[in-house]
């Protein structure tokens, strides 16, 4: 059994009318399944996950967080070093020190950590990898354009962290062949997506932590076996109907 990569974005207090996109964890639910993940499961580092060394008796998982938000620093940390728990947040350059600028406005905290933030946040357990520099979709985009966002976020955190970064998740979640190309080309190691079939070393498979996801639902995401359940015809199934009734 493969570790789980598991995927958040915020944690903190934000409306679902202020959220259409489920981006945001309040820290009483964040802090549940990191108690849950310390009890029936083993947290390694992202490293370890995609090595493959992670021979346990419990399945194993690996925490990561997308676009880099403050609220990952000042909330999420000191829950996950409560726990002495790793993990590894995908920040895209151009909007470091800034504000989510590739989604409508929202009243919520989506401000991005500081170049300060981002090496704080290296001393509180967190390492800082690739989210891409405009946060465009990696999926329809050229080789060119890719290839040149993607060299532009190594340079940048390059300079930031003193260190070239390894990894890179895909903006989106999303990924096509000229994005893992451009991926490899730039001279990073791996590569995540969000959702999507496990295709290579530059196409990871990550499960999204939602907010609706419930203990029952936490539980099989984090088991080891909840991307083949998903698509199975079964799991495909349950998914399409979840979403005809959130919509209603």
């Known amino acids: 059994m493969r570790s789980t990569i598991i995927a958040y974005h915020a944690v903190g207090y934000c409306s679902a009318r202020e959220d259409p996109h489920g981006l945001f964890l309040s820290p009483e639910t964040f802090a549940q399944q990191m108690d849950y993940l310390a009890r029936r499961r083993i947290v390694v580092p992202l490293e370890a996950a995609i090595r493959g060394d992670t021979q346990t008796k419990r399945p194993a998982v690996a925490i990561t967080f997308d676009d880099g938000y403050r609220n990952v620093l000042t909330v ?7 726990y002495g728990f790793e993990a590894t947040v995908f920040v895209p350059t151009m909007w470091i020190a800034g504000r989510n600028g590739w989604m409508e406005q929202s009243s919520c905290d989506f401000h991005i950590m500081s170049e300060k933030e981002l090496r704080d946040a290296t001393e509180n357990g967190i390492r800082i990898e690739s989210h891409g520099h405009a946060h465009i979709d990696m999926s329809n985009s050229s080789y060119t354009e890719i290839h ?19 990894y890179l998740a895909y903006p989106w979640g999303r990924h096509s062949e000229a994005a893992r190309r451009a991926v490899a080309e730039a001279g990073l190691e791996a590569a995540f997506s969000i959702d999507q079939p496990h295709q290579g070393v530059y196409a990871w498979d990550r499960v ?9 639902t936490f539980t ?29």
Do not use: C, N
């Open 76 to 82: 999420a940390a000191p829950i996950l070093s409560s």
């Open 208 to 216: 999204y932590i939602a907010p609706h996801d419930g203990p029952k």
């Open 220 to 248: 099989l995401k984090t088991s080891g076996h909840f991307l083949s359940w998903r698509r199975s015809r079964l799991g495909s199934s349950i998914a399409a109907a979840t979403r005809s009734l959130r919509r209603q």
């Open 148 to 166: 040149k966002d993607v060299q532009t976020s190594v340079e940048r955190l390059a300079g930031i962290m003193g260190r070239r970064p390894r």
